[in-house]
């Protein structure tokens, strides 16, 4: 007989004496892809890192470049520093009663270097936005007055009021209209710039030449 044709027997044997726990199994499920539980770029995750940061928003005055912030179709404010990711808190540095004179001579260093000349006493003067929680020892009022007086220009406080509370599209009405066509427009911490944009509004119903400043602005 041919030996090629004779039959072979194959055994197979298999181990099944082996660890297959759960971890030794590939996972072959497909994703799930419900746009509504979907977080692609992690907004939902980032939601609660991204409250901590605004709740503790923090300077170390460590830049002191000038910055310009461009919002609403064009409108500039110059600002001095941004935000870091370490340093004091907006709250403590608002609550230091020794940072008014440590801003002001800074911010009024600032104002100075860019005005140059043009920055005449018997035509400028400097105001700030309204003021909203705190009426009494306001940071963003104190800086701008002393400011003005190293600047040797006149401070006129209570420019304008808020109709309301809104921080976004918020209405403000003249209160103490300033005799100076001029006007430095000051502000300690800028994020949108809808304050300051709110407070241009209404200095262009009166025609009033303003240069936009603020301290800090408050995003990295």
């Not at 419900?34 to 939902?44: H, K, Q, S």
């Not at 901590?52 to 460590?62: N, T």
């Not at 004179?101 to 309204?130: N, Y």
């Not at 808020?162 to 300033?178: D, G, K, Q, Y």
Request: with cysteine.
């Amino acid at each position: 007989m041919n030996r090629r044709s004779q039959p072979r027997e194959c055994l197979m044997s298999l181990d099944v004496s082996g660890d297959f726990s759960p971890r030794d199994i590939r996972d072959f499920s497909v994703p799930d892809l419900n746009p509504d539980r979907l977080d692609i770029f992690a907004r939902r995750a980032r939601k609660p890192w991204l409250a901590c940061q605004s709740d503790a928003a923090r300077c170390d005055f460590a830049d002191g470049k000038a910055h310009i912030a461009l919002r609403n179709g064009g409108f500039r404010t110059l600002t001095l520093w941004r935000k870091s990711q370490h340093g004091r808190t907006l709250l403590e540095i608002k609550e230091d009663p020794k940072m008014i004179p440590f801003v002001a001579h800074k911010m009024a260093e600032f104002i100075s270097s860019v005005m140059g000349s043009r920055l005449d006493p018997e035509t400028f003067a400097i105001i700030t936005t309204p003021k909203r929680r705190h009426k009494v020892n306001n940071f963003a009022s104190l800086c701008a007055e002393y400011i003005g007086k190293l600047l040797g220009i006149p401070f006129y406080e209570d420019v304008a009021v808020a109709r309301s509370h809104l921080r976004v599209n918020a209405v403000f009405e003249f209160n103490n209209i300033p005799s100076h066509r001029n006007l430095i427009v000051f502000d300690d911490f800028v994020t949108s710039g809808q304050t300051l944009f709110s407070m241009k509004k209404l200095l262009d119903t009166k025609n009033f030449n303003c240069i936009y400043f603020a301290a800090v602005h408050n995003k990295i």
